[in-house]
């Protein structure tokens, strides 16, 4: 009897031990993605001024076989080891909420794009510094902010392929490389590129509502692009349950849906942000009202806000 109770207990403890190992403790955040922030207050170049271009018709001169030297662009390289590095710069001219953002892994630069002509000049000393040459453009939609300066920069550096919204055709006759709908992915150097939204026929009254909503990612850790997207384009990804998912961070810039904040209260519940980086410009008169009344609500939810006119750069790494 003695013998039998004592087998017993011994395999009940075995059994609790190997239950013990097989349940892992839970992964931190940092242990996913290796998060990470880093403002920058001084560039690496000081060199507002753009170089006179030499190429015919403002266009690069890709040399006998333009075909191949395009092509060149595009062979960018990775290694398993390399981050994910985001970086927002400070491009926003007074009222007007400029934006650039390079998406980087290994030698492949994205940069996503609507610089004023204001600031063209400082933007292509970001460029310089940061940059050899530009495997792909994102245009956010066909906001006229987004064209003040795109050709300027296809003359000035060697670009691959532009990439714009579908329905940019709704609005303009420019021609683009790669056309995004709702639910296409790419797969670049390692991450994901994915769009959430893209804008429906209803809201095409307002291009901001047609902008491009993106969610770029690497292993567990995510960031959404809100880009250009106005009200109405807020409340739709709000209500579209198939894009609910915990993200860590989220961009946003200065336009109308500020006008709505609780919009935002419903956007913080269903994606769970930590991060939100503002770019744009710091033109007081939204600060005085509507982004002072984000700010509060982020504050509330325990979102770190980084301002991107305040830092010159702001980076974010995923490891």
């Not at 998060?35 to 403002?58: H, L, Q």
């Not at 769009?195 to 491009?212: E, R």
């Not at 969610?215 to 959404?224: A, F, G, P, R, Y």
Request: with cysteine.
């Amino acid at each position: 009897m003695y013998l039998a109770v004592l087998a017993i207990i011994i395999l009940l403890a075995g059994c609790l031990d190997n239950q013990s190992n097989n349940q892992k403790p839970p992964v931190s955040n940092d242990q996913q993605g290796g998060i990470e922030i880093i403002r920058e207050t001084e560039r690496m170049d000081t060199n507002y001024a753009p170089t006179t271009n030499t190429s015919n018709n403002s266009v690069i001169d890709w040399g006998d076989v333009p075909e191949q030297k395009q092509r060149d662009v595009e062979n960018y390289t990775f290694m398993p080891y390399d981050p994910l590095i985001i970086t927002f710069f400070n491009v926003g001219f007074g009222e007007k909420q400029g934006r650039m953002v390079l998406i980087r892994r290994g030698t492949l630069d994205v940069y996503i794009w609507g610089v004023p002509e204001e600031t063209y000049a400082k933007a292509y000393s970001f460029i310089k510094s940061y940059s050899d040459d530009i495997e792909y453009v994102i245009i956010p939609s066909a906001r006229d902010l987004n064209f003040e300066t795109y050709y300027r920069l296809k003359s000035d550096f060697q670009v691959g392929k532009t990439i714009a919204p579908e329905n940019i055709r709704l609005y303009r006759n420019d021609t683009f490389d790669i056309y995004l709908k709702q639910g296409d992915i790419l797969e670049l150097a390692g991450f994901k590129i994915e769009v959430l939204q893209a804008g429906k026929d209803y809201l095409k009254s307002n291009p901001g509502d047609m902008s491009l909503v993106l969610k770029v990612s690497m292993n567990n850790t995510c960031m959404i692009f809100l880009l250009d997207i106005e009200t109405g384009g807020l409340q739709r990804l709000n209500s579209d349950n198939v894009y609910r998912f915990r993200c860590d961070y989220f961009s946003w810039n200065a336009y109308g849906v500020y006008f709505l904040p609780d919009l935002y209260l419903n956007f913080f519940n269903y994606f769970g942000p930590k991060h939100m980086i503002a770019d744009g410009s710091a033109f007081g008169l939204y600060d005085r009202g509507t982004r002072l009344g984000l700010y509060q609500r982020a504050s509330a939810y325990n979102i770190s806000v980084a301002r991107v006119w305040e830092n010159e750069t702001v980076t974010i790494i995923f490891k």
